[in-house]
């Protein structure tokens, strides 16, 4: 199962997927089509018919069932593309056997390291087999170990036709690290009942709850002058920007925050005198709590019209998802078959909230709930990325256990 995975892995990540979040195209770039194709062709020759991509660049397969009772048909998903905070072109990716747990050399030239003392998680994988970047680019496995595990799975389901099933739904998305994954999935068409997304961190991770999130776009009106004639003239955008910047709470940061602790994160700041714009993206795990957050930022902008003038302060916000425990606690059997399989396999399962999203949070809500399962790698969107071999053998191994226990039921 390691030769496999590993041969996936590779093939996948060598394909540039690298999703645009200023694109305005679905999906963002063109390259996605490159994987996606690749995938389908892979699925129809082992055997799934009905494999296909559409226009938008989803990829849907079916693996019938091959039992005489009828069971649950559930869905595995992963996404085909890569983040744009970092290259994901020409990964050229180097693999640690045996690792002896001490730092790892990622490039030579750049003297760059995979440090324990920055990394100390590194220490759970003595004696494990490490793939890692070369440090000029990210790894991509967010998410292309997702999707060689559900395709190494397949393929042992197919190789092994004695190993019982109900009917299983395969899905590949486009753009999710840009929040735009699931925009035109036919959640009807897919046909699950229930799905599970292969997304997550390191071994064990188990996931039904995430942040209610938000996008703001403030956009600040500055007046310039010339400098020499500016006094009780200029209003300089950027100064407002700060100031506006500094209004929001400075604990409720990424940096300071952790679990179910929500922040304001300022993603980007442009601007010039006469104008600046400051984006935001708002998150909290707790929707009260996350409606107050959003209120701030428009408290905020009323105060700072009041002091500098009307206008000079506007805003655009916008809700990207929310926290799918709602939709998953109704039917939480799914999250404890999930939690099963990890048991039976040995795992011990780290139920914890995302801080982040997926594309299982705005599938719950459109009517496929869908929790998230560990895909073994860490440090993602960074040339620091990198994930144990053994991760990967570990959550294939989840994902044809919690088959089996469906067909059990």
Known sequence: ???TLLEKFYKYISIDTQADPTS??????????D?????VEELKELGLKDAHIDENCYVMATLPSNIDKEVPVIGFLSHVDTAPDMSGKDIKPQIVEDYDGEDILLNKEKDMYLRVSDFPELKKYVGQTIITTDGTTLLGADDKAGIAEIMTAI???VNNPDIKHGTIKIGFTPDEEIGKGVDHFDVKKFGAQYAYTLDGGEVGELEFENFNAAYARVKVQGRNVHPGMAKYKMINSIIVGSEFNDMLPVFDRPEYTDHYEGFFHLIKFDGTVEESTLQYIIRDHDRKL???RKKLIQDVAAFMNKKHG???ITIEMKDQYYNMREKVEPVYHIVEIAEQAMIDLGIKPNIKPIRGGT?????????LPCPNIF???HNFHGKYEFIPLESMEKSTQVILKIIELYAKK
Do not use: C, I
Request: proline fraction near 3%; charge should be negative; charged fraction near 30%.
């Open 359 to 367: 594309d299982g949070s705005r599938l719950s809500y459109m009517g």
């Open 375 to 377: 895909a073994g790698g």
């Open 155 to 157: 393929e042992h389901l």
């Open 24 to 33: 305005e195209t679905f999906p963002s770039t063109k390259k996605q089509f």
């Open 1 to 3: 199962m390691k030769k």
């Open 35 to 39: 994987l996606a194709n690749v995938l």
């Open 310 to 312: 009307e206008g000079t």
């Open 290 to 292: 996350f409606e107050e």
